[in-house]
């Protein structure tokens, strides 16, 4: 079973029912990818049924769901030995094109039920989505800690902001520059003055790749080359797809008013355009690459600009919503980890009853386009048929699910380490001179149009260590 973060629109786990709830423009294979898997509750002695979100322990805010779709209660299973009793879940049955989400807004279920069970010491989560290019070497696992961050993942400084409410976004930045970098060394700003000096944008993980306004958008063609084909209909959604000769080169960076750059490589800009195939294989077009940017024009010009799961490969990302605050990094892609608990306070936590981390990771799904000319298959991914999360049958269960390829992210259920530490030197912001440490790993298991906001204050740079 596999899930995306829902930081935008949700609190709540919203997983796919069983039966063929599919369109007819897609197999059922197809829709089963795309969903993340299915779960029949009918199969589970466990499930219980209640009437709306409310009664279930969910947050209402998510009660308008579409018709047929229910709210109740199941044993979640985070591992071997921790398990979430009478955790509260959606079952979409009415729903023809949501992903399986776990809902990671400021009132987030996952996070209150698993502080109240004691596994977290915060409602904090950090995410690196990992690197999703095209070649072996461009692809990296990513990771997700609960109730901390990986160090091991950021490098240089950072920039800490509050979260803001009632905006449309909870995670709101504002960019001053958005550079194309040319391999020549030489630099342009397509933000033009349009915007004035800056424009707000969405950090959003659930959303595939980096929508930008249209007059941005056609700063970008002007100098950034090649030939346009159209949109994509592939796993990443309306990006723009060119011809791969001449196609734009280059990297691209956003500069934050707080002066943080965020640098997106090319191999992670510009990527095969990949579409599930009605057997559920990725396939992509060796003759065209997509950049991974959607231009907001028409109905959608006045959306809010997002960043998603594209700006999270170059980006890490942690947020604190016991202080009402999150923090972003130039993103180090690595294996390595360095995992720092974090307390309600914004320090580290450690009590003498901690409990070791738990890790639960899955593999990334690996393979390039290549063979004929026209089109070619990529490597397949497994499918899963794990019945313990939670106890109801789970069917169609891609290991990349949720048109995830190329890098599944690695959920770390973060818990406090029994250790003694010197006390820390707070920062103003709330954070600590942390030192890192890394965790033992346990037995891994497999995790099967908005408006332009109001203005809010500056964000101001803080430091975390790393």
Known sequence: MAFLLDSLASNDTLINDVGDFCDNTTSLIQCQYNAGGQLD?????TWSQASNAAAAGADPYDSDLDPGDIFGTDVLQVNTNAELKKYPMGILRGSNSHPNAIGMEENSTFLNALQAAKLIPSRTWSLFWGLAGAEPSSQMDGSLVIGGYDAAKTTGSNSTQP??????CNLLVTMTAINLNFPNGTNFNILGTSHGAALRMCVSPIYPIITIPYDIWQNFLAFGGGTYIGRSVGINLWGE???SEGVYDGDISFTLSSGLVIRIPNNQLVVPDINIDSDGVPTSNVSTREILLNSLQEVNQNDLPLLGRTFLTSAYLHVNYDLNQFTLWQANPTLNESIVAVGSSGSPSCTSTASPAIILSTPAVTGTA????????????AVQNDKSVPTGAIVGAAVGGAAVIGIIAAIVLLLCFRRSRAPVNRYSDGYSDIKPYTPPITNPMELSSYQEPQEIGEPQRHEMSS
Do not use: E, N
């Open 370 to 381: 290549s063979g004929s000319p026209t089109s070619s298959a990529i490597a397949a991914p």
């Open 41 to 45: 509750v009918g199969a589970s002695s």
């Open 163 to 168: 979260t803001t409410k009632g905006q449309g």
């Open 241 to 243: 797809v060119f011809s």
